[in-house]
């Protein structure tokens, strides 16, 4: 109970600074109350576009759609309520069209590893997890969908 009576707020379980080694407190990375750093995602689902990867000359010539699936790793500033201080996801949507658009590619591999660099470049990613769909990949036998997951971290 507080002095007025009212009851005592319970702690947070996120303490919104972190513990320098020098004992000061950086004010920076929500840290959990157990001492874990927090960890958000954004996630972006279903971005599709025409691209002309593969191997065979058809899906050079004609092209087909991809659908690619991003999940960004990164510590969310949820109190300030500002853009800077987050990731732009319409950057990010706008970095895996230019990629899945750009320069043909004969694996969808290729091009996961290609989009989670871009992803990488935005500072406040730490790890990202991207799927490059291939829907309508030149198979003879019956499928739903082909595809390729990669995740890569900022930190090794």
């Not at 972006?44 to 790793?73: C, I, M, N, S, Y």
């Amino acid at each position: 109970m507080t002095s007025v009576g009212r009851p005592t707020p319970s702690p947070s379980p996120v303490d919104w600074t972190a513990k320098l080694p020098s004992g000061k407190r950086s004010g920076k990375v929500p840290v959990e109350a157990k001492g874990d750093p927090v960890i958000d995602r954004i996630t972006l689902t279903g971005l599709t576009a025409t691209g002309f990867h593969g191997v065979f000359p058809q899906e050079r010539r004609e092209g087909q759609p991809f659908v690619v699936d991003v999940e960004l790793e990164l510590t969310v500033d949820t109190v300030s309520d500002q853009l800077a201080n987050t990731v732009n996801y319409a950057e990010i949507a706008a970095d895996v069209e230019a990629v899945v658009t750009g320069e043909p590619r004969n694996l969808i591999e290729t091009v996961a590893g290609e989009i989670a660099d871009r992803c990488l470049s935005h500072g406040r990613v730490d790890r990202v997890t991207v799927t490059v769909h291939k829907p309508k990949a030149p198979i003879n036998q019956t499928f739903t969908d082909v595809s390729v997951t990669i995740s890569r971290s900022r930190h090794v």
